[in-house]
């Protein structure tokens, strides 16, 4: 185990299993549908990678990069596009992949951008969900795990750009953070 970790909270074994069942519900859920897969940078990566190959339709990827936070670990609200989509979403069905929903505030602004370019269908699907945190409701269709009021990271998500790497997902030891 890295040795910054306090705890592991989600092993490589659980998320695969997650994955596979979330990747069963999306290809029966869009069968006859023309798929885009969303991404959104960096965080979710990892989760798209695996989640993409346990969905068993022909699909299209794309990949969107915005910012809500500063150098610590609170939400801004303040929402920018560092990386727009290269195609076009209009007339498609669009699933929006994501890391974690905390606030909820990066992924309605986005939700609101990508509705004015008139997507058939526009579904979220997350890895985690931190919902003692969110001020904005938000219908989330495809969740993979409840995690508690603690920082996490690992498979995708960073703290300070650092630990996208670990196969699990875990809580930091407080010193780290000093
Ligand atoms: P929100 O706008 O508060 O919902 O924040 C969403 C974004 O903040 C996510 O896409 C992550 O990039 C980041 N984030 C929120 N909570 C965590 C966490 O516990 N660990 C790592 N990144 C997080
Ligand atoms: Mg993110």
């Known amino acids: 185990m890295n040795k910054d970790i306090k705890k592991i909270l989600i092993d490589e074994k659980e998320l695969q299993a997650k994955i596979a069942e979330l990747g069963e519900r999306i290809t029966e859920d869009y069968k006859d549908k023309n798929l885009l897969i969303v991404c959104v ?6 989760f798209v990678s695996d989640l993409i190959r346990k969905i068993d339709l022909p699909l299209d990827i794309d990949f969107m990069a915005i910012s809500s936070y500063g150098s610590n670990t609170e939400s801004s609200g303040v929402v920018r596009i560092l990386k727009d989509l290269n195609v076009s979403i209009e007339g498609r069905h669009v699933l929006i992949v994501e890391d974690i ?3 909820g505030l990066t992924l309605a602004y986005l939700i609101e951008n990508l509705k004015t370019r008139r997507p058939e269908s526009l579904e979220i699907c997350t890895l985690l969900d931190k919902p ?4 904005i409701d938000l219908d989330i269709k495809y969740r ?7 920082f996490v990271i690992g498979y995708g998500l ?4 650092k630990y996208r790497n670990l196969p ?3 809580v ?3 010193e780290v953070y000093q």
């Open 132 to 135: 003692d945190r969110r001020t």
């Open 101 to 103: 929903i905390d606030s």
């Open 168 to 170: 699990y997902i875990a």
């Open 158 to 161: 960073d703290y300070a750009e």
């Open 41 to 46: 940078l960096k965080g979710a990566v990892i």
């Open 172 to 174: 930091l030891k407080e």
């Open 144 to 150: 993979g795990f409840q995690v508690p009021d603690e």
